[in-house]
């Protein structure tokens, strides 16, 4: 039964530049309709941002609208398809519960992804039930919002419908489709779906599109290949980089979750490391560690190479030649990340130039922190404030001889003390989404339908480089015996 359009001014301006693509790339599929939609929660800064009429969004329409009962006037739904490594291995996949209404293009003119997620089977859908959990969903909104607050390239959350109806997992939970923005939703995994299933001239207007889209400034000559490469290659380094430098763990590093555009993407079994330990994995499903905190810049690599071998008939017509071209532009990418990594940790620690010695001082700290079980935020969060408390290490003989070293090394910069703590504070987060903070609120939401807890994390979490008094809670640490996993949600 096809789903009526919208006939209200709710402000969307559609485009679908994706959909004159070649055809395998994607396919028609509209939103299945569900029982009883209502908004749980709207992001009204993000709508108004994108040109939306807040007002309409938040009413029974609206979320009729982003549950997918009704489809906005130009969206044009598709499911798209793309392939990738999960854990090492290859597969086709595609969208199997997520359907692309279109690009709306904003009042200043850039052109972001509407994806409604949790919206039902589509022809990717591989025996799933294309459907998503409240609490998973809620997940996303607050992990995504607090990357954007982050500072860090990554897909925002404009709303989360509940659909009133259950969906089956392990045990019965209420439904959820939450609106989903990005850059695009170009993937590593679409170029390896074409490499794989479609033909050189297919793989090629991907690549084009792709350069159009998000890499405008290189120029259209032959060469425009293998600077694509490099582009990705430097945006997927700086990325990571500022993964590590927050603590962040993805948990699900698939060629399928990374996006070429440079953007965090796909929030599933992903959460914030409490304790410093680069073994540190969340997720459920990742028992050998693969994804593990300490291993997410070499996995980037492995990304980057599967999408360099994708780009291989593109770069020259010998292949001897063209792996020569790609391995010498993936080289440089350990380079870029560490030289990211490295100067986000001089920031952290007030350092305004470069000193040869500054890497074995951050190797110090680290390998103290590791020892010592110190948290990683509250470490970099108390030396912002000058307040060595709360943690055993700041209490040892080696933490005092290292502060000293770092003190010596900050007065031989030409920048005052006060400057030196400015730079720390623009760079450490007084605050992060811890996950019993944020297993609270989703408690909250979905068991209470209470959405103050949410509201509050989120609201502290909007400017996690403020170090307000409302922040200093959220910087508590959990109980000594809380452990933690992390599921996919689906």
């Known amino acids: 039964m096809t789903n009526i359009k919208s006939g209200k001014d709710e402000g969307w301006n559609f485009d679908h530049s994706y959909s004159r693509l070649p055809n395998l790339l994607f396919r028609p599929t509209e ?17 108004q941002s994108l040109g939306l009429n807040t007002d309409l969004l938040n009413s029974e329409e609206g979320a009729a609208l982003l549950a997918g009962n009704i489809i906005p006037e130009g969206a044009f739904p598709i499911a798209q398809a793309y392939a990738g490594h999960q854990f090492g291995h290859f597969n086709m996949l595609g969208d199997g519960r997520a359907i692309l209404l279109g690009e709306q293009i904003t009042p200043e003119g850039d052109r972001v992804d509407i994806q409604l997620k949790g919206a039902g089977r589509t022809p990717y ?4 039930d294309g459907r998503a959990a409240l609490g998973p969903m809620l997940r996303e909104y607050i992990i995504s919002e607090a990357m954007h607050g982050l500072g860090i390239a990554t897909t925002r959350s404009l709303g989360v419908v509940a659909t009133g109806e259950p969906v089956y997992r392990e045990v019965v939970l209420p439904g959820a489709i939450l609106t989903r923005i990005a850059d695009s939703h170009l993937r590593v995994g679409t170029f390896q779906y074409v490499r794989n299933w479609g033909s050189i001239e ?14 405008a400034d290189i120029e259209q000559d032959e060469g425009r290949y293998l600077q694509l490469l490099k582009k990705v290659v430097e945006r997927q380094a700086e990325l990571i980089a500022k993964w590590q430098l927050v603590g962040f763990i ?22 914030f490391m409490d304790t410093y ?22 996995i980037g690599a492995w990304n980057l190479a599967r999408f360099a071998e994708t780009l291989l008939p593109l770069l020259d017509k010998d292949e001897s030649t063209a792996v020569k071209m790609a391995e010498e532009t993936l080289s440089a990418y350990f380079s870029l990340f560490h030289q990211t990594w490295l100067s986000g940790l001089r920031s952290k620690l007030g350092m305004y130039n470069e000193e040869q010695e500054d890497e074995t001082l951050i190797a110090e700290l680290l390998e103290m922190m590791q020892q010592h079980k110190a ?8 030396l912002t404030l000058d307040q060595q408390v709360g943690q055993m290490m700041f209490e040892t003989t080696e933490y005092k001889e290292w502060h000293s070293k770092w003190q010596k090394r900050l007065e031989r910069q030409d920048q005052s003390r006060e400057e030196s703590l400015a730079l720390m504070k623009r760079s450490n987060p007084a605050v992060i989404p811890r996950n019993h903070r944020v297993e609270e609120a989703l408690e909250a939401a979905v068991e209470d339908e209470d959405l103050s807890v ?16 409302e922040q200093e809670e959220y910087a508590v640490l959990p109980p000594k015996d809380c452990s933690y996993q992390t599921f996919c949600g689906t």
Not at 251 to 256: A, L, R
Not at 375 to 382: A, I, M, Q
Request: proline share 7%; with cysteine.
């Open 375 to 382: 948290d990683y935020t509250n470490t970099f969060r108390s």
């Open 277 to 298: 330990d680069p073994a540190t994995v969340f997720s459920s499903i990742d028992r050998e560690g693969r994804y593990a905190y300490g291993n997410q810049p070499q």
């Open 454 to 469: 949410m509201g509050q994390l989120l609201e502290v979490l909007s400017d996690p480089y403020a170090y307000t008094k």
């Open 125 to 128: 859908s591989r025996g799933g």
């Open 202 to 215: 297919d793989l090629r207007t991907l690549a084009d599109y792709t350069l159009l889209r998000h890499y």
């Open 31 to 47: 939103p299945t309709k569900v029982k009883a939609p209502s908004m749980v929660i709207l992001n009204k800064p993000l709508a």
């Open 250 to 271: 993805h948990g699900v590093m698939n060629t399928d979750n990374m996006a070429v555009s440079g953007i965090t993407i796909d929030y599933g079994p992903c959460a």
